[in-house]
Structures are given as structure tokens and as C-alpha cells.
């Protein structure tokens, strides 16, 4: 079994593992969530990313009672959890209730993407003063932030007793976020990459990534997959990881990246490739919605 670094996160200095395991899968499957993440435990991954809106978090709580019942595990404490408040959720009276369904690991509503002109701009300071009570009240750990832009990151900080530990964004080789990596070091966020290999099976991914010509080149000289040289490549970033694929020997070959590392020559030409957000979140931006442009949904960052 693989064993997979881990880091520090934030001020706790909470031990997390820095690659991770996504369940989210389109369409949806309780009984294959279940069984791949059963696998992903067998194979070594501790730390697994849920959210309300993928529905796996509890075929996520059913894996970790069988890996338990199977002794693939001696404690739920060896496994690092991640989940999301979902969309609807984004409201300061509701998060302490969203965070005790989480904890008890009932099935959430799968992707409800709201019309445009439903969509209204978060109160970021109510929203998290009651995150920050969840953690005060010890029913999480570590609270943090997902696809938070530099300029909605200060905005949170200006009001925050606790500072967001992690900020969950797209990152890969072909959209290496270099302004919001170093801010967030700054900081002293950990950025956590989702969709590290272009999200191909997600409503949102492609195969960018897979079929770059740069990224088989380098694969091909090094005797890696594409997956492994761009999963190296952003672990070698300094940030933690969250990348699915069910396949198990796949499982395995994404654990395969810590024996080895990319040349100074290889990380240029990967410096060099050109730069494309894939994640954009079109169904937010209309003339009715408060965002009347991808520019002003992502502050610039794109």
C-alpha cells in the first residue's frame, strides 16, 4: 500500500493526507460510490471529498462502516473527511443544520442549479460566523472555502475570527491559478486542486488535459501515464489533491507520483502551456442574475 504524504492545515495543524479521493459521479450510482470508494481504502487513500449536492455522502458513511466491519481500517479516525455546504445551504441559518445532516450522512438533492434570476450574491460575513460556531462547537475540525476568487477571499478575512484552512478550486496544468496560488500561501490557505486531470465525466470537465500534447510528451519519456505527470505536476505545487477515477488500477496508478519528480526542463515547458479555466459556471451569469458576466462571477480571475 502507498503510503501518501501528508501536511499541516492551517492554524489546527490538523494532519490531512494531500491527495484525496473525489465520489462525485455523473450520473449518479449510491451502490458504485459505495464500492469504489470501498476500493479506493483498499488500495490506501484516507482522505475523501463529499458534498451534499453529490449525494455520496452516505454511500460514503455506508464504505467506511463495511471497510471497518472488513478491518480495511481500525478507526474512522484514519480517514480525513471533506464536505460542502451546498448551494441552497449558503445562508447563515442554515448551516449549522446542513453540517448535522452531514453528520448523520443523509442523502443531499443532486446538483439543484437554480435559473439565473434566482441566484442572489451570498452574505459571506452571516455565513461564515456560523461556520465558524460549527467548528467552535467541535462538530468539524477545519472549516474552508470552494472556488473562492483573491477579491472574495479578502472580503471573508476582513470579518473572520477563524481563518478559511483550504480554498477548493479547478486546478491542473492547463489552468495552473497562479495569482490565487500565491495568494492563498500568503495567507496560509491550503489550495486544494479539484478536477487535477481536466474533470472528463464531471457536467463541467473535458479532455484538455489527457489529450495535451506537452503533458504525452513528458509522459512518454518518463514512462508515466498523462494522469500521473499532471497529478505530479500540481503535487509538487505544494497543494493537496482531489482526483476520482472508479477504475482500481487507475486508483493505483494516481498513488504512483511521490517516487519521482519532473526536471526543471519539463516543469517550463508545462509553465508555458497555454491557460483556460474549464469550470466557468455559465448557468450563473444572465441579465436577471446578480453576475452579468463570467469576468464579474470570477472577479477577473479568468
Not at 449536492?53 to 460514503?60: A, D, G, V
Not at 483573491?150 to 471573508?156: P, T
Not at 519521482?260 to 442574475?289: C, G, H
Request: aromatic share 8%; charged share 25%; net charge negative.
Amino acid at each position: 500500500m502507498v503510503s501518501i504524504p501528508v501536511s499541516s492545515l492551517g492554524p489546527s495543524e490538523l494532519k490531512f493526507p494531500l491527495l484525496g479521493f473525489g465520489t462525485a459521479q455523473f450520473p449518479f450510482s449510491a451502490e458504485a460510490v459505495k464500492e469504489s470508494i470501498i476500493n479506493a481504502i483498499e488500495v490506501g487513500y484516507r482522505h475523501f471529498d463529499t458534498a451534499q449536492i453529490y449525494e455520496s455522502e452516505k454511500p460514503l458513511g455506508d464504505a467506511i462502516a463495511d471497510a471497518l466491519e472488513r478491518g480495511l481500517i481500525k478507526s474512522r479516525d484514519e480517514l480525513f473527511i471533506t464536505s460542502k455546504l451546498s448551494p441552497g445551504s449558503g445562508h447563515s441559518h442554515l448551516v449549522l443544520p446542513a453540517l448535522q445532516q452531514t453528520l448523520n450522512l443523509k442523502p443531499g438533492t443532486h446538483f439543484p442549479f437554480k435559473p439565473a434570476e434566482d441566484i442572489v450574491i451570498m452574505d459571506i460575513e452571516s455565513v461564515w460566523k456560523a461556520m465558524e460556531e460549527c467548528q467552535i462547537l467541535g462538530l468539524t475540525k477545519s472549516i474552508g472555502v470552494s472556488n473562492f476568487t483573491c477579491r472574495k477571499i479578502e472580503k471573508l478575512l476582513v470579518s473572520a475570527r477563524i481563518p478559511p484552512a483550504v480554498n477548493q478550486v479547478e486546478m491542473n496544468p492547463l489552468w495552473q491559478q497562479k495569482k490565487l496560488r500565491k495568494f492563498c500561501e500568503e495567507k496560509g490557505i491550503q489550495i486544494t486542486a479539484f478536477s487535477p486531470l481536466g474533470g472528463k465525466g464531471t457536467i463541467w470537465g473535458s479532455n484538455r488535459v489527457l489529450e495535451c500534447e506537452v503533458l504525452k510528451e513528458i509522459a512518454s519519456a518518463k514512462g508515466k501515464t498523462v494522469a500521473q505527470v499532471s497529478l505530479r505536476w500540481v503535487y509538487e505545487q505544494g497543494v493537496s489533491i482531489v482526483v476520482k477515477s472508479f477504475n482500481k488500477e487507475r486508483m493505483k496508478e494516481n498513488l504512483e507520483i511521490f517516487e519521482w519528480e519532473l526536471s526543471k526542463e519539463e516543469l517550463q515547458k508545462i509553465n508555458q502551456i497555454p491557460q483556460e479555466r474549464v469550470a466557468l459556471a455559465e448557468m450563473y451569469v444572465s441579465d436577471e442574475s446578480p453576475y452579468k458576466s463570467l469576468m464579474e462571477l470570477w472577479d477577473g480571475e479568468l
